[in-house]
Every structure is written in structure tokens, then in C-alpha cells.
């Protein structure tokens, strides 16, 4: 009898556990889709102010105080998103749902690519002198990585250099050793001292303190990019010398692979005439849908719509002439994912673009099945758009 009771006890302790698992992953699974969905709703009405801001400052006003005005409505929109973009990556990263996405890039496109903006952005900080040092040539560094956490890292720490530094230089760098590529962001900034080095990699981790502080920026940075140079299989770690500089280092699996990538010999003009093209946009949100019709203006591109993936198989089945698809992935009955796969199916030579709010979600392996030949993300900057598209419009037509 004894038997019985205890094995019964342990029966109903199993049903217990077996509930309280699946009421856990319940939970898991409303948060995972809380926070998709709060960046989605957040970006998108974020994407409509930047874009049309961005469009506005091009439309020649005269009145140069107008201008000033749309130039800190940009600049603040975009300060807001990465505040954002921050705050759901913390909330990804404690709740586990980081996940790798690699593809091959070159490695030093990749860095000239983050260095470039800072150099646009710093412009007037004459001061400061921004330098990269390669050890290798830029044709054996394609690297197996997660781009745009790499370059996620990359901008962070570049970020702080900056923000940390009011004369001197910044020093981009690395080194291979032992299998792994050993970076360097160097400064000459305000430096560390010793005993702030565990508390900055902490969430919301500052060495200034209270009202008085005179650096802006909300200690995620590097609690992020802890996170991200972990998540690839790296470690991150400092020297300073308080009040002459800093030095973050970060290792990264040396996975080059010997492969010559295309040569990206993208066309460089910016004024396009695509009179005789015809692009498929495939977007539910219409702000989102407006924007890319006005960035394309200029190109008198021809425009059809669709609002959601099937609409998106049918126009291109109704409309042969269609010479390029800019796809949304998120979009209601079927996702963009799915939708290229089906377009692919019919017509394998039609370029389909991503355009996408997930920059760190990006599913790179989900994105190459379904056949989609390149991405970009949101907020989409026009200059960007029509160059990228300018590649599949210009240099390989479409043979369907
Ligand atoms: P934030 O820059 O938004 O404050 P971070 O997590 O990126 O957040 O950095 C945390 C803190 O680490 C900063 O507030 C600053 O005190 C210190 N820090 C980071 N990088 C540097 C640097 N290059 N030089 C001096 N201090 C730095």
C-alpha cells in the first residue's frame, strides 16, 4: 500500500511539473511574440517618420532654418529607434531568444561599410582621426558570420570610442591568433578606470552617475555587444588608462572561407531611368507601401502592388513584365518567406528583394531556401534602395 501512495505521489508531483512546463512555455512563447510584434509596431510608424523626413530635407526648400528642422527631426527619429532596437535586444537577450543567423560576407566590406557612416556622422569632428589597420587582403576575408551582429558590435564600440573621445584617434584593427580573429577598437578618450571595467558590461552599467552626466546613452551598449560577440563564439574584454584611453578587444572564430565572392562593381550613378522596369511591392503597411512609391518616383519605375503574399503570386503570375519584387516579410496570411518561394517556383530568374523591419532577426538560412537574392532593412534609406536595386535592374536583366 505504501508502494502504491508513494507511486501515486510521484504520478500527480509528474502531471504538476508537466503543467507548470507547459504553462512556462506558454508564457515563453506570448513573450517571444509580444516582443516581435512591439518591434514591428514600433518601427513601422518610426519607418514613415524617417523616410518621409529623409525624402522632405531632398525637396528643394530654400528656407535653410526648414531645412535645419527636418535634419533634427531625422537625426532624433533615428536616435529614438536604436533606443528602441536596444531596449527589445536586452529583453531578446534575457529571455534567451537570441538567435545566429550566418551567411558569408567580406569582412573588411564590412567594416569599411560601418567605418564610412561614422566618418559621414563625425564630419565635423575635425579633431579626431578615425584609421583601420587590415592584416589580411580584402579577397581571403570572407567570413562565416552573423552580419549584422558583427556589425552591430562593430558600431557599438565605434559608437563609445567616439562618444568617449574629444581628441586624438581611433584605431580599427586585428590580429589572428590561435583560430580566431583578435579585433581592437582603440582610443584616446577619456579612458576607464579599473575598477569600472566589470560594471560597464553590465545592463544599464555607466561610469557617470546622476543628473550631472554629460554623456547621453542608456548603458545597453555593451551589454549588447557582450552578448553578441558571446552568441559567435567570441570574448570581449578591455585595457585603459584612465584619462589617456581605452581599448576594447573581441575575438571572432576565424571561419574565412576560400571563396571569391562577386565582384561588387555596383553601378554608381543616381540618376536612374527605369521607365521601361516594372518592381512588385509586396507590403501591408501602407505608410511603409507610400514611402517606397515616392522614393522610387524619380525613376518613373512602374509600380504594382500587393498587400500580402498571395496577391504578391498572382501579380506576378498576371504581369510577366514585372522585373524585380521588393518584398516585405511580415505580412498577414502568407509571409514573404513563403510567397518568394512560390514566385520562385514559376519564374526562378525574377530578383526578390527583402525588405525588412528585423535587422538582429534576420533569418539568413530561412531567407536563402525560399530564394530571396538580397535584403534590406528598415528604415529604408533611398539612396541605399536604388542603388541595391540598380544591381539587379542594371546588370542582370531579367530573362523571363
Ligand atoms: P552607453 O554608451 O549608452 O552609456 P555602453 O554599455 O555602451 O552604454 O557603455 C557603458 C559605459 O561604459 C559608458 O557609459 C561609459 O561609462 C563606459 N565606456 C564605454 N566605452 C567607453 C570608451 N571607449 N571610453 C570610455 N568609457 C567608455
Given at each position: 500500500?505504501?508502494?502504491?501512495?508513494?507511486?501515486?505521489?510521484?504520478?500527480?508531483?509528474?502531471?504538476?511539473?508537466?503543467?507548470?512546463?507547459?504553462?512556462?512555455?506558454?508564457?515563453?512563447?506570448?513573450?517571444?511574440?509580444?516582443?516581435?510584434?512591439?518591434?514591428?509596431?514600433?518601427?513601422?510608424?518610426?519607418?514613415?517618420?524617417?523616410?518621409?523626413?529623409?525624402?522632405?530635407?531632398?525637396?528643394?526648400?530654400?528656407?535653410?532654418?526648414?531645412?535645419?528642422?527636418?535634419?533634427?527631426?531625422?537625426?532624433?527619429?533615428?536616435?529614438?529607434?536604436?533606443?528602441?532596437?536596444?531596449?527589445?535586444?536586452?529583453?531578446?537577450?534575457?529571455?534567451?531568444?537570441?538567435?545566429?543567423?550566418?551567411?558569408?560576407?567580406?569582412?573588411?566590406?564590412?567594416?569599411?561599410?560601418?567605418?564610412?557612416?561614422?566618418?559621414?556622422?563625425?564630419?565635423?569632428?575635425?579633431?579626431?582621426?578615425?584609421?583601420?589597420?587590415?592584416?589580411?587582403?580584402?579577397?581571403?576575408?570572407?567570413?562565416?558570420?552573423?552580419?549584422?551582429?558583427?556589425?552591430?558590435?562593430?558600431?557599438?564600440?565605434?559608437?563609445?570610442?567616439?562618444?568617449?573621445?574629444?581628441?586624438?584617434?581611433?584605431?580599427?584593427?586585428?590580429?589572428?591568433?590561435?583560430?580566431?580573429?583578435?579585433?581592437?577598437?582603440?582610443?584616446?578618450g577619456i579612458g576607464i578606470k579599473p575598477e569600472n571595467h566589470d560594471l560597464i558590461f553590465t545592463r544599464f552599467g555607466q561610469v557617470e552617475k546622476g543628473l550631472s552626466r554629460q554623456y547621453g546613452g542608456t548603458g545597453l551598449g555593451l551589454t549588447i555587444t557582450k552578448a553578441f560577440v558571446e552568441l559567435m563564439g567570441g570574448e570581449i574584454w578591455l585595457q585603459s588608462t584612465y584619462g589617456k584611453g581605452s581599448t576594447?578587444?573581441?575575438?571572432?572564430p576565424a571561419d574565412f572561407i576560400d571563396k571569391k565572392t562577386q565582384q561588387e562593381s555596383r553601378v554608381s550613378t543616381s540618376n536612374y531611368n527605369w521607365n521601361k522596369k516594372s518592381v512588385l511591392i509586396a507590403e501591408d503597411e501602407k505608410l511603409n507601401y507610400?514611402?517606397?512609391?515616392?522614393?522610387?518616383?524619380?525613376?518613373?519605375?512602374?509600380?504594382?502592388?500587393?498587400?500580402?503574399?498571395?496577391?504578391?503570386?498572382?501579380?506576378?503570375?498576371?504581369?510577366?513584365?514585372?522585373?524585380?519584387?521588393?518584398?516585405?516579410?511580415?505580412?498577414?496570411?502568407?509571409?514573404?518567406?513563403?510567397?518568394?518561394?512560390?514566385?520562385?517556383?514559376?519564374?526562378?530568374?525574377?530578383?526578390?528583394?527583402?525588405?525588412?523591419?528585423?535587422?538582429?532577426?534576420?533569418?539568413?538560412?530561412?531567407?536563402?531556401?525560399?530564394?530571396?537574392?538580397?535584403?534590406?532593412?528598415?528604415?529604408?534609406?533611398?539612396?541605399?534602395?536604388?542603388?541595391?536595386?540598380?544591381?539587379?535592374?542594371?546588370?542582370?536583366?531579367?530573362?523571363?
Amino acid at each position: 500500500v505504501k508502494e502504491r501512495l508513494f507511486l501515486n505521489e510521484i504520478e500527480s508531483k509528474k502531471v504538476a511539473l508537466q503543467r507548470a512546463l507547459s504553462e512556462a512555455n506558454q508564457a515563453n512563447q506570448l513573450q517571444r511574440s509580444f516582443l516581435a510584434n512591439l518591434s514591428h509596431e514600433i518601427r513601422t510608424p518610426m519607418n514613415g517618420i524617417l523616410g518621409f523626413s529623409g525624402l522632405l530635407s531632398e525637396l528643394t526648400t530654400q528656407d535653410p532654418e526648414a531645412i535645419n528642422y527636418i535634419n533634427h527631426i531625422n537625426s532624433n527619429g533615428k536616435l529614438l529607434l536604436n533606443i528602441i532596437d536596444d531596449i527589445l535586444e536586452v529583453s531578446r537577450i534575457e529571455t534567451q531568444q537570441t538567435e545566429k543567423f550566418i551567411s558569408t560576407v567580406n569582412l573588411h566590406r564590412l567594416i569599411d561599410e560601418v567605418v564610412e557612416n561614422f566618418r559621414q556622422k563625425s564630419s565635423g569632428l575635425e579633431d579626431i582621426t578615425l584609421h583601420t589597420n587590415y592584416a589580411l587582403q580584402t579577397d581571403q576575408t570572407n567570413l562565416k558570420t552573423d552580419e549584422t551582429k558583427l556589425k552591430q558590435v562593430f558600431n557599438n564600440l565605434l559608437d563609445n570610442a567616439l562618444k568617449f573621445t574629444s581628441q586624438g584617434s581611433i584605431n580599427l584593427s586585428y590580429v589572428l591568433r590561435d583560430g580566431m580573429i583578435e579585433f581592437a577598437v582603440k582610443d584616446t578618450g577619456i579612458g576607464i578606470k579599473p575598477e569600472n571595467h566589470d560594471l560597464i558590461f553590465t545592463r544599464f552599467g555607466q561610469v557617470e552617475k546622476g543628473l550631472s552626466r554629460q554623456y547621453g546613452g542608456t548603458g545597453l551598449g555593451l551589454t549588447i555587444t557582450k552578448a553578441f560577440v558571446e552568441l559567435m563564439g567570441g570574448e570581449i574584454w578591455l585595457q585603459s588608462t584612465y584619462g589617456k584611453g581605452s581599448t576594447f578587444y573581441f575575438t571572432h572564430p576565424a571561419d574565412f572561407i576560400d571563396k571569391k565572392t562577386q565582384q561588387e562593381s555596383r553601378v554608381s550613378t543616381s540618376n536612374y531611368n527605369w521607365n521601361k522596369k516594372s518592381v512588385l511591392i509586396a507590403e501591408d503597411e501602407k505608410l511603409n507601401y507610400t514611402y517606397l512609391v515616392a522614393a522610387l518616383k524619380a525613376t518613373k519605375i512602374n509600380v504594382l502592388h500587393a498587400t500580402n503574399g498571395k496577391e504578391a503570386i498572382d501579380l506576378c503570375k498576371a504581369y510577366p513584365e514585372i522585373d524585380m519584387v521588393l518584398m516585405d516579410i511580415k505580412m498577414p496570411d502568407m509571409d514573404g518567406f513563403e510567397a518568394t518561394r512560390q514566385i520562385k517556383k514559376y519564374f526562378p530568374n525574377i530578383p526578390v528583394i527583402a525588405q525588412t523591419a528585423y535587422s538582429t532577426n534576420y533569418d539568413y538560412n530561412k531567407a536563402h531556401e525560399s530564394g530571396i537574392d538580397d535584403k534590406i532593412f528598415k528604415p529604408i534609406n533611398k539612396k541605399e534602395l536604388l542603388h541595391l536595386m540598380s544591381h539587379y535592374l542594371e546588370e542582370m536583366p531579367n530573362e523571363n
